[in-house]
């Protein structure tokens, strides 16, 4: 079955406390990224992946790193957490990054710093 | 700045009536919209799109409507059914990478 896969679903953690939010996906796909999901702000891209060992930054990356050192995996890393950073985040891939009509999301990790 | 808004938070429609979810956006350059749905405690799942190029595409119960000159797009549901709500984020595209994505509108079908 055709997934990603995000671990923890839910996290509560403590500012300063350094963590990472892991992302798989068994479906080849050469593009990943990472989105942030505030109430009315909609879902806004933190990082992406093109593919392995290319990352860049999406709008709203401060705060936040990645690596990609194999194709199945993107692992979102927060260095030193705060609140502001307590939100929804979700992992994406797809096969193209143009066109995203294949896009496949994780179920979302529900992140509360404190 | 939000290049792509849909100014109604919630929409609620009885069973059977049509839904109709609308989405604005402000960037000229965007060429490819789409509609994702989210269910509570999941991600959000590709719905149905659509090119610049063209005005209507309709893929079952759900049609997608384009006018380029008011840089509007609605989401037409018809018939509404009680499985049908749930969270739609309209987005846009402008080739590699860069897609936006709408606030949402929760959609609630009472039966």
């Known amino acids: 079955e055709a997934q990603v896969t995000q671990n923890p679903r839910y996290l509560i953690t403590v500012t300063g406390k350094k963590l990472t939010v892991t992302c798989s996906q068994n479906?080849?796909?050469?593009?990943m990224s990472w989105y942030r999901q505030d109430p009315g702000l909609g879902l806004r891209q933190i990082y992406y992946?093109?593919?392995?060992?290319?990352?860049d930054k999406g709008d709203v990356p401060e705060g936040y790193k990645v690596s990609r050192k194999e194709k199945r995996n993107f692992p979102l890393i927060l260095e030193s957490p705060s609140p502001n950073q307590t939100s929804l985040y979700f992992c994406?891939?797809?096969?193209?990054?143009?066109?995203?009509?294949?896009?496949?999301f994780g179920q979302g990790t529900r992140l509360t710093v404190v | 700045d939000q290049q792509v808004k849909q100014n109604s938070p919630s929409l609620s429609v009885q069973e059977g009536r049509i839904s109709i979810l609308n989405c604005d956006y402000t960037?000229?350059?965007?060429?490819?919209f789409l509609w994702y749905k989210k269910y509570p405690a999941e991600g959000p799942t590709f719905l149905i799109s659509?090119?610049?190029?063209?005005d209507k595409n309709e893929d079952g119960r759900f049609t997608v409507f384009l006018n380029k000159s008011a840089k509007h797009l609605s989401l037409h549901i018809v018939p509404s059914q009680p499985g049908d709500s749930a969270v739609y984020f309209c987005?846009?595209?402008?080739?590699?990478?860069?897609?936006?994505f709408g606030a949402g509108t929760r959609l609630t079908v009472k039966p």
């Open positions: 994406a891939s797809t096969l193209i990054g143009p066109r995203w009509t294949e896009a496949f």
């Open positions: 479906m080849n796909h050469e593009y």
């Open positions: 992946s093109m593919n392995v060992e290319v990352t």
């Open positions: 960037n000229s350059m965007f060429d490819y």
């Open positions: 659509i090119s610049s190029i063209k």
């Open positions: 987005a846009a595209s402008k080739g590699d990478n860069d897609m936006r």
